[in-house]
């Protein structure tokens, strides 16, 4: 898995008694070239999490190309990738490599996380496996809530709703990059509901955190996604999604504050 | 687990690599006093599925000492309890050893199964351990949902709608039983929204579901549901809850055409 990812995952993971290990992340996305003799890899190719990056088209081969020529397997979670701003959308890595590639997606994101509403594209090998550990855990996910979703998407209005968040997202990404100092770094804002703001090298992760907090400004620092070695300069991880639309300027002026303190 | 039982538990069980051993179940519900040293018990002692009887008094206690001698865990899965029609309904186990015992209730027979909404009643040391299988599995269950039965329940509305159905179900059983012949005798009516139709010895489950199934109607073997060596009569599981009002009568005509073949 990524050197920086979510917590739930690694736990999900670890919980299964599997050995992790880690690929740093850059600008580039993960370094898929230290795949070596895994057995699988877990990636967030259209946009890192939490890094904010998207996998570079030379490493999207070499990781599809691990995948065939080893038989191994690739899950590709792409937890955010509808929303994509400054440039064309890019293709899920499932459809390089159908029978190797396990794609995941999820409503939580696009309407909200509540719902507990998401989608796997598998392999055709492992559907049964899978449609018995979840029947096994659940039965399965709420017909009522799953027909409502359906019957959205079929209406065309989720992707009329998908459209109309692009842009109020995209909106409120502007207003973030344009509303901090010259000493922070705004990066990982190509796509998502998340930015990550680079600190100065020396500056103190959670002291910018506890000072956004006497603003009631709830942050997380880049380091509480650390798994394994590689690490990263201080940085924080930035939804910006979240506060209602009145009180979005309140929000990017405590942030500010918290930041020049 | 009970000898006849939920397939569903018993797969889930397996599972997880855990040994089953059966208690033979009658009138009076599981045979508790087999109990032995078993690690744990899963008992349906409101209502036995697919028996449709009650545990006895008797047999109550003695399951609830068996857990709190022993220092073992007893599972009650209370999966219809609120309809009892007969009597006054029989109090949890769960109240008679808190912290021995696992309350488990859910929504789909008063609401819908679709909607995937249950609780647990734990003992406090399982209450951590718990959470996290769960947020492993799935994180939790739809707010949405919950907030909804939440108000529903607050607002009195359940308790409304469970008392109209209970006498809803209440006449159906009374149908149900009045339209049966002299050579089927019909057992485990005092509660819940299915009945135990015991064939006459020799008479082959599979041959009335195979004539009822001509006649559009679904019906399960008590066969279908046995785990282990413990072997009670041809029976049929009639669940009298599913066809809609206007179908009811024809349903019951097509039940006793099939018995009567």
Redesign the interface.
């Known amino acids: 898995m990524e050197a920086y990812a979510h917590g739930?995952h690694r736990?999900?993971i670890a919980?299964h008694g599997l050995e992790i290990r880690t690929l740093p992340v850059d600008s580039g996305g993960a370094s898929v070239s230290e795949l070596g003799d895994a057995d699988a890899a877990l990636l967030t190719p259209a946009h890192q999490f939490p890094f904010g990056s998207t996998l570079a088209p030379e490493r999207r081969s070499l990781a599809v190309e691990w995948a065939l020529d080893r038989d191994r397997l690739l899950i590709e979670d792409d937890y955010d990738g509808e929303f994509r701003y400054d440039r064309r959308p890019v293709g899920a890595m499932q459809a390089l490599a159908p029978e190797r590639v396990v794609y995941a997606g999820t409503a939580s994101k696009t309407l909200?996380p509540?719902?507990?509403l998401g989608w796997l594209v598998l392999p055709a090998n492992l559907v049964e496996e899978v449609v018995t550990v979840k029947?096994?855990?659940?039965?399965?996910?709420?017909?009522?809530?799953q027909l409502t979703l359906a019957e959205f998407i079929a209406s065309g209005d989720y992707d009329r709703h998908v459209r109309r968040s692009r842009l109020a997202y995209r909106r409120r990404r502007d207003r973030l990059a344009a509303a901090l100092g010259e000493d922070v770094r705004i990066a990982g804002t190509a796509a998502g509901l998340h930015a990550l703001l680079e600190l100065r090298a020396g500056r103190s992760e959670a002291n910018v955190i506890a000072r956004a907090a006497e603003r009631g400004l709830a942050l997380e620092g880049l380091g509480a996604y650390r798994t394994g070695a590689h690490r990263h300069g201080p940085a924080l991880v930035v939804g910006y999604a979240t506060p209602p639309e009145h009180a979005f300027t309140a929000a990017l002026a405590r942030l500010k504050a918290a930041l020049a303190d």
Chains 1, 2 share one sequence.
């Open positions: 739930r736990d999900a919980a909200v509540g719902l507990r029947a096994r855990s659940d039965w399965h996910t709420s017909s009522l809530e």
